[in-house]
């Protein structure tokens, strides 16, 4: 059983409202750039699933009329 204590949002903020100034515009600098990477990660993670997607020939490529023929009616 793990011993952390629970920590509420509310928690969060007035602890970082509790920093200097200085220190909680650093925080949200670190967290914009952490979230940032975040992202860059996913959006990284979603290409090569898309490369490897076709690759294997499970999507293809065209216009969007190219795509429409292929729609049984």
Known sequence: MSSRKKVTFQDVLDTIESLPE????????IIRR?????KREVL?????EAREEYRL????RGT???LMRDIPE
């Open 44 to 48: 990284a993670e979603r290409i090569n």
């Open 22 to 29: 200085e220190q909680q515009e650093n925080l949200i600098a």
């Open 57 to 60: 020939g499970k999507v293809r």
């Open 64 to 66: 969007v009329d190219d």
């Open 34 to 38: 952490r979230l940032i990477e975040h």
